[in-house]
Every structure is written in C-alpha cells, then in structure tokens.
C-alpha cells in the first residue's frame, strides 16, 4: 500500500503525523503545521521504523478527523538539536517560524511531505511547490537562536 511507504521513520527522515480533518489540510500544506508551545509532540505522533507499530499509530485517530498529515523531518537536523530541546522542534530555527497571524510557532512548510485520506487511504504529496512560511514571518526570526 502506498501510504505505507509515508507513516514510518527511516534512516532519512524522522516521520510525524498529525491528525486532523480533510477541510483543514490546504492550510497546513501551504503554511505549515502550528504547534502549541513548539511542542510538535503534543500535536502530532512520532513514528517508529518497525511498520507493524508504525501501523497501529497510523490506525489511531480521534473522531470526525479523516485526514493524517505527514511531516518528514531530516534525520541530520534532528541530531543537530540538543536533546534538551526536542520537545520543542518547532522553536528551531530552520525547522520552525513564528506565524504572524496565527501567533504560534509553526513547522516549516517544506517539511509537509503530504497527507493520508483516512477512508481511503490514498497518499497525496505537498501540491505547492514553493514551500516557504507565510509573509511576515521574517519579523519574528529574532525569537529563534
């Protein structure tokens, strides 16, 4: 199954999933996804390599959402965080932004490499090819080491 190939950690990319609703995910494909506090952990689920647990997470969901969205994070960025601050990946510089509007740190576009359709299971990558956080963002750059 295609989708498959996209729920699971490698030896590339640490693979997270956030849950949500289908009329939602445009906005996280084109701005990213916003975490409370930076924490993308309390947002999203981290995906082990093993596919049979990488299933069982990816099978878990809250009602009324029928999307997963898929965030690969490059396995070298993630070494490159001190342990200390992984909790709070979104408020790195070059994986997160502040968004303007939203007030809240935010992944990086770039690294939402897709969403799942939970009724069908059908794979759709990023459709935007220019993957960069919303105008404005620049101002808060400040915030980040």
Same mark, same amino acid.
């Given at each position: +199954?295609?989708?498959?190939?996209?729920?699971?950690?490698?030896?590339?990319?640490?693979?997270?999933?956030? %849950?949500?609703? /289908?009329? !939602?995910?445009?906005?996280? +494909?084109?701005?990213?996804?916003?975490?409370? &506090?930076?924490?993308?952990?309390?947002? &999203?689920? =981290?995906?082990?390599?093993? !596919?049979?647990?990488?299933?069982?997470?990816?099978?878990?969901?809250?009602?009324?959402?029928?999307?997963?969205?898929?965030?690969?994070?490059?396995?070298?960025?993630?070494?490159?965080?001190?342990?200390?601050? %992984?909790?709070?990946?979104? /408020?790195?510089?070059?994986?997160?932004?502040?968004?303007?509007?939203? &007030?809240?740190? /935010?992944?990086?576009?770039?690294?939402?490499?897709? =969403?799942?359709?939970?009724? /069908?299971?059908?794979?759709?990558?990023?459709?935007?090819?220019?993957?960069?956080?919303?105008?404005?963002?620049?101002?808060?750059?400040?915030?980040?080491?």
């Amino acid at each position: +199954m295609e989708y498959q190939k996209h729920i699971r950690t490698d030896e590339e990319n640490n693979v997270f999933l956030h %849950r949500t609703h /289908t009329s !939602l995910v445009d906005a996280i +494909m084109r701005e990213g996804l916003g975490c409370c &506090a930076g924490d993308l952990l309390g947002t &999203a689920t =981290w995906q082990p390599s093993d !596919l049979e647990n990488a299933e069982g997470l990816y099978r878990q969901t809250h009602k009324g959402n029928n999307a997963v969205v898929v965030i690969k994070i490059p396995t070298s960025r993630i070494k490159e965080i001190p342990k200390s601050s %992984r909790n709070s990946i979104a /408020t790195v510089k070059g994986i997160g932004y502040f968004h303007p509007n939203r &007030a809240e740190f /935010t992944i990086r576009p770039e690294f939402v490499d897709g =969403w799942i359709n939970r009724e /069908t299971d059908a794979y759709t990558p990023n459709p935007y090819e220019n993957r960069k956080p919303v105008e404005g963002y620049e101002q808060f750059e400040d915030m980040f080491d």
